[in-house]
């Protein structure tokens, strides 16, 4: 078990101004902010990035998303990481979604769900070192 994980409060979400109240939640739920950054990342960046579901009939609608407007980019650290990060976000379907949970608050669609979170830790790794050089992480 790690104890980060990676996220990304996603285009939808910066533009509705939930920023900020995203990021309370995650202080709030107990992780500590161990990398952060404002960026935007081009289309075949985030081809590269979402390269596992290559496959999956959304990756375009879902990287040409991702690649929309600014994101925020970080490194969360708390013991069980991935798992209660999963926990804090809620189901990829807002729908879905537990009362609580990040997506329950502010997610808009499956597509639109406000937050990525890494599904395990090896993932968490590969993806925190996508956007973070060791210089960048604390
Ligand atoms: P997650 O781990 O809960 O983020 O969900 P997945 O790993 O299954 O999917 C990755 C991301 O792809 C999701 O967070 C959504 O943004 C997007 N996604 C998943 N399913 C769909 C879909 O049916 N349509 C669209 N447009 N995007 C989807």
Same mark, same amino acid.
């Given at each position: 078990m790690s104890n980060r994980t990676f996220t990304m409060i996603k285009?939808?979400?910066v533009k509705a101004g939930n920023i900020g109240n995203i990021?309370?939640?995650i202080n709030a739920a107990g992780f500590r902010i161990a990398a952060m950054k404002y960026l935007s990342i081009s289309k075949?960046?985030?081809?590269?990035?979402y390269e596992v579901h290559a496959e999956r009939p959304f990756y375009?609608? #879902?990287t040409e998303f991702m690649?929309?407007?600014? @994101?925020v980019a970080a490194i969360l650290e708390k013991e069980n990481a991935v798992a209660d990060f999963r926990k804090l976000i809620g189901a990829t379907n807002p729908a879905n979604a537990e009362e609580g949970t990040i997506r329950k608050a502010y997610a808009k669609s499956m597509g639109e769900n406000a937050v990525h979170g890494s599904d395990s830790d090896e993932n968490?790794? @590969?993806?925190?070192s996508f956007f973070f050089?060791? #210089?960048e992480q604390f």
């Open positions: 285009p939808d979400a990021l309370q939640m075949t960046q985030a081809e590269k990035f375009g609608e #879902l690649s929309s407007g600014p @994101i968490a790794a @590969i993806e925190g050089s060791g #210089l």
